[in-house]
Every structure is written in C-alpha cells, then in structure tokens.
C-alpha cells in the first residue's frame, strides 16, 4: 500500500505566478476560438486598411506653388537707398506667428520678391526673404522698434528696444530689387483653426483665419536722396481665407495722430509639402473593425470559463482569484500586443505601394519609416490599443460573466461610436473620441489635424482608465461573489 | 498531512436568496474510508463541497481542509482533488490539455498528466476534444483532474451519476482503492443503493441539516432492530403463537414471518414448545436503502443522539 505522503508531485509542485501564467497560456491556445479570433482580427485589419487606402486619393504634389502671400500691405514707393522705420505698439495675439512689421517688396502683386522684419507673439522678432530664410531677432515681442535699410540690392533688418540703440538682425541680398520698390508696414496672421463643412458623412476642410491688428507709431520712410513725401496706400496682398463661420476677412489700415491701426490675415512663406492627410493612420486604420474580433476574443477568455462552469474548477486549482485575473490580463495582453504589432506593421507594408499608386508619394507625401518616432508610436500604439482594448473586454466579460451582454456593451462603447461618429457634428464626434474607450486610436496620429480629438498619450491613457476601471470591478466583483 | 488529512465543517450554514441550502452543517470525513453524503435531490451536498472548496463564502461557520481554509492553499491540488460537476469542461480543448492547464497552474510536471489519463483509462483519447466525450469519459476526465496532484483528501460530487454498470464497478473501485491507500474520500450521492458495499460512512443530510453521521455497520444494525425472520409451514398457527407472546408479526414473502419483541431463542423456545416446524431463524438484517428509507422518512422521529452514542 502506497500512502498519500509518498505523493510524487510534492516535491516538484510550486506556487509561482510564473505557473498561473502558463495554466492560463495553456487554455488560451488549447481552444480554437482563440486562433480564430487572431487570424479574424488581423485579416480584417489588413483587408480594410487596403480598402482604405485604394480608396483614397489625392493630387498634393500636381498642386499649384506651395508659395503663400497674404497680408494686408500699407505703403509707399522708395526709389534707391533708403531706409523704413517703425515703432510696433501693441500687436493683438490671434495665434504664435501672427507677423506685424516692415517689408520691402518689389511690387504690391502676390509672389513679388521681398524682404521684411517683423515681430510676432510668440516667436520674437523674424527677418525673412522671398519665402524662406528666416533669421530671428532677440527682442520678445512688442513694443519695439524695427527698420529696414536698403543699400544697392542688400538689405538690413534692426530692431531696438528704445529707437536708440539699434541691434542688427541680419542682411539678405534680393538681387531682382528694382530702383523703386514699395516700402511700408504689414500685418498678417496664419490660420490656427479650421472652417469644416460637415454634411451627411461627407466633410470638407479648409483653413479658417481670424485677423490680427497691430498699431504703430513713429513711421518714417527715409530716401537717401532727398524726394518729396509721398502719401500711403493700403491693400490686401492675395484674398484670406474666411472666418471659421464662412465670413470673409477684409484687411484694413488707418492713421491718426501718427499712429497707425492695421489689421491683416493671411501668411507668407512657403509652406511644407504635403496635404494633411495622416498617411500613417490610413494605413492602420482597418484596426476600427480588426478589433471587433479582439473584443470577443478578451470577453471570451473569461465568459467562456462561466458558460460550462469551468471557473469552479479554476478557482478550486487557484483559490487566490485576483492573481488568476492578472495572470489572464497579462497573457491576454502579451498576446494580442504581439499580434497587433505583426498586424500593423504588415499594414503598412501592404497598403504603401497601394497609397503611391493614388498620389500619396514624395515629395507630399514621403514613405513613413520607422526610424520616425511618430510613426513607430503609430504601430506600436496600435498594438497597444488592441491590447488594452482585450483587457477593457476581460474585464467586463468578468464582471457580466455572459459572452453575449459583454461583448455587446463593449462593441456599443467602441465600436458604435465609430461609426456614429462621422454622422454627428465635429464636436461631438470628438467628444466621442475623446471620452470613449476609442481615445486610445490617437497613438496612431502622426500629423496635428482638426480631427485629432487627444494626444496620443493622453488618449491612450483614456483607454487604459477605462481597462483599469473594469479590471477593478472584476477583481472586486471576483473576490466578493460566489463562483 | 498523516492525522491532518480530512475535511472538517463546522456550523455551515448557506442561503441562497430565501432558500436555506445548508443550515448549521458539521461534521468530519476521516482518512483511510469512504465516508458517503447522502441525501436527496437539493439537500444542500453540492453547495456543502462548494463552501468546502472555498468557491462559495458560508454565511455562518468555516470548513476546513486538513485543518485549513481551502482558500489559504497555495498549491490545492497536492491536498485535495475534487470533481463537482463532469460537465465542467471546455467542449473545445483536448483532454490532455484540460488537465495539463491544471497541471500547469499548481507547478505539477506534465508526466502527472500522462499518468492520470492511463490510470483513468483515457490514455487512447488524450487528444480528443472533450466536445465530444460521453458522459462516462467525462467523470473519467473530472476524476483524473481530482487525482492530478496525488492528493490525501478526494471529493467526488455526485460521481456515479449517468454511469454505465461497467462505470459504476470501475468508480467503486477506485474509490475503495483510494480509501485504502490512506487517503479520505468524500462521495456524495442522492441514492443510498448507489454507496452500498463502497462507503464506510455515512453522512446523511435532508434540507440542509444533519440526519445521521455514522457508520455504515452501526447504521444497518440500528434498523435492523431486534427483529427476527423466521421461515414456516404453518404461518397462521405460529402468528397467533408468537402475537400472544407478545410479539409484532408481520408476514413476508412466502413462508417468511418478520417477528419483532422477541429473541431469536425465545421464538425458538415458542415454536418448539407447540410442535410448529421452522426451518429457519435468523436476525433480520436491513438493507443500506432500507436504513436510509426509514431515516428521511421519519427523519424528526429519528434520534441521531442515540445512534452517535451507538456508535
Ligand atoms: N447558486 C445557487 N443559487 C440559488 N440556489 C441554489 C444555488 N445552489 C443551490 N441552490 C439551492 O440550494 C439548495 C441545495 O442545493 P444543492 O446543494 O445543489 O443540493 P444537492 O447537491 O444536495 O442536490 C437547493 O434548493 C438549490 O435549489
Ligand atoms: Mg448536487
């Protein structure tokens, strides 16, 4: 007779969570549903991230000049040598770059060249030239005092503090300045937001301006050769863009006392290649449906224990129920996480040349390579997202215990506002992706566009308050309730 | 384990909304026999070996597993093995991982896994779906989970449920085998019959309380009472006889008279005296369904005490 005591397994057995990871690694590969759940998810999230991008097109590199120039322009002729001089008073903050200041410019008609020294909220004094170049001043804002001096085709910026003591900026040659160009004072403001049109689902976007308005005083054009004193005209160089409410904005100009009140909108420069499509989240963007199958795939680890009283037996075999949650969490986690990141990476793969094909190549638009930190958060974040989307599911898969209700009222929180989300006013759409567990998709912005609804982060974090929530009720709810 | 090998309820007591499942339930299950559950369909067994497992919370009173909360157990399947519900497995996963799972999860080596499935008898189909597993190989599957860890202490709920003959036989003598090699084993069952000849005690519970917990021989002795069967030719002359004596007679099959209030000499003495012929006399002995009949059917009647103090 053997006895209980020469029990064999006693010296071998252990009670690590290195065991409960492998008990629950065992039970999610041992059934088919989980295989099916992977091979659904991520097929899905290939097959519509292709559909996307064959479906999407664009011209961005047939476009016209990315050359921008629009400002509200108050000037004189200068003919030969001479320098401009003025005292920005106060300068009203409609956004960072708003641009108020001195320009030399060959003609008043759009895309004339020019040089000009102005100062701007939040980034100091800019000299700038023909649409590129910037050199930047010292000074931080207004008031302060700016000139411009023409020598030949040089010409010099400065600014000062006190009209005394004058600091140059720097010096740009514009070898096409003809003997008479016009001189005076400028005010311009780029977009900051964006006018959208939303109609059925179908939404148009284009750059809203709100005009910005400076006043000078102390303005004096000063030719080397003496020449009698010409009058001011004002114009708006080039036609801004409306007001986000669709009004159109009209620049304006008038002097009093020797103060002078302008008010532009617009910007100058050259603008980078490329439209604002986010090329990179198009091509992940299949994950909207993948994660359906990911959703039943975190309810099901659980529910399926409760549906044949499976869970009896787990928690008979380990008693401690919170750490036979986490050691579902993690391994769940782990294995979507895996998934998802093979999933977005051959996403992008695939639906690359597909993008090219429609336009979306260099210049505009070049490839995206994972040596970018935006785009290697793009897929990673997504695989982070399936991941801690399978949690959120697990957790309410444990809290309601049946398949059917969980999966039902996690698709309704994530799922459904996807798709409701186009049909709903812009704000409201971005209430949506904001709030829901659906935050957690901004890891895959890799450009700022008006549609971004959170920081990727900060939307990832969403998410991860969301799992974080359940998993506690589930752990609550584990310990509490008979099984 | 040694003396601490055993089950121990004290005061259990489990409501389900306004059902009372168990009501102040005690009781110890002893190694090295089969001590039997017994009582009819909803008398609180399988919630009785839940609270044991530490699956459902008793409202009142603790259960012990060789002398510890079952819940406080880091690896559970070295000291108990349970099967309470056969179909409690995932129709999707094979066998051999139902049980490797379990393995896994309290550190047991994967050759355990082999080796219960041969001694189950489900070596052949280890790699089966348990999807598609008879009733009986699913027992035979719950059995080799409880035995995983080579446990002191077995639990087996209702195991005999649905079982061919052959199943039962095979059950029986597991259990009886188990028992003999030192271990307790706990069977419950709502049929009396079904734990003849196997357990060694019996606990008996009827909505949720204590009937009797004794042994199966102190049992049978006490319904036997102190009758005698007496076979005769002459039933009417010797009822008359024995009832006049004093004696209850009753007439059973045949030539057989069941006689209760006197000794077996006494009837002899009586018969004897008035030339009756008898050719046969023997103490009554009741079956275990007979004991367990006349138990739950007067079961306020029934002095527990006295058979605790019998035994
Ligand atoms: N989880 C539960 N919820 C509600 N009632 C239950 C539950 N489990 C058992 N019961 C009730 O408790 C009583 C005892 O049930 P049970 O322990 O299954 O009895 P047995 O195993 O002896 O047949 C029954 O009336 C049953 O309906
Ligand atoms: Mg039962």
Known sequence: MTTPSDNPAATTARDGFGQLLRAEWTKLRSVRSTAWCLILAAGLMLLISALGATGSTTDANEGPSRRVDVFHFVHQPLTGDGSVTAHVLTQQRTGPSARAGLMIKE??????????????PDRGVQMQANFESDIAGTASGAPVWLRLTRTGTSVTGYESADGATWREVGSVAVATLPPTAQVGLFVTSPSTALRIVRQGGNTETSSAFEPSTATFDSVSVAPMSPAPAAAWSDLDVGKPGPRTDGTPVVGSSTESGGIFTVTGAGDIGTLPPGGDNDIVRDSLTGVLIGMIAIVVLGVVFMTSEYAKGVIRTTFTVSPRRGRVLAAKA???????????????????????????????????????????????????????????????????????????????????????????????????????????????????QTRDRFDNAIGPWAGFGVLCAWAAVALGLAYWQLRRRDA | MGMTATIEARGL????????????????????????????????????????????????????????????????????????DAAAIHPGRRARNHLLWMAHSNGLPAGRVDEVLEQVGLGSVARRRAGGFSLGMRQRLGIAGALLGDPPVLMFDEPVNGLDPEGIMWIRGLLRSLAAQGRAVFVSSHLMSELEDTADHLIVI???????????????????????????????????????????????????????GLTGERIAALLTERGLPFSELRQHRASLEEAYMELTRDAVEFNVTSVRQAS
């Open chain 1, 107 to 120: 003609g008043t008609e759009q895309g004339a060249p020019y040089v000009s020294i102005a100062v701007t």
């Open chain 1, 330 to 444: 993690v391994v769940l986690g782990l294995v979507v996480f895996a998934v998802g990141l093979v999933t977005a990476l051959a996403a992008l793969v695939l639906t690359r040349p597909i993008q090219r094909r429609n336009g979306f190549e260099a210049p505009a638009y070049p490839d995206p390579s994972l040596a970018d930190g935006l785009v290697l958060r793009a897929v990673i974040g997504t695989a982070l997202f399936l991941a801690m989307l399978a949690l959120f599911a697990l957790g309410v898969g444990t809290i309601l215990r049946r398949a059917a209700g969980a999966i039902t009222l996690v698709i309704a929180l994530v799922v459904v506002p996807s798709i409701i989300g186009v049909f709903l006013p812009l704000n409201a759409e971005l209430w949506l992706n904001r709030t829901t567990p659906l935050a957690g998709l901004a890891m895959q």
């Open chain 2, 13 to 84: 007591r489990k409501h389900y909304g306004r059902t009372v499942a168990v009501d102040g339930l005690s009781f110890t299950v002893a190694p090295g026999q089969v001590t039997g559950f017994v009582g009819p369909n909803g008398a609180g067994k399988s919630t009785t070996m839940r609270m044991i497992l530490g699956l459902d919370a008793p409202d009142e009173g603790t259960a012990l597993v060789g002398g510890r909360q079952y819940r406080s157990l880091r690896t559970p399947l070295r000291e108990v093995g349970a099967l309470l």
């Open chain 2, 206 to 260: 009827g909505r949720g309380r204590l009937i009797t917990d004794a042994s199966v021989d102190k049992l049978i002795a006490a319904a036997s009472g102190d009758r005698v069967d007496v076979r005769t030719s002459r039933r009417a002359e010797a009822m008359t006889v024995l009832a006049n004596a004093g004696a209850t007679v009753a007439a059973g099959d045949h030539e057989i008279l069941t006689v209760n």
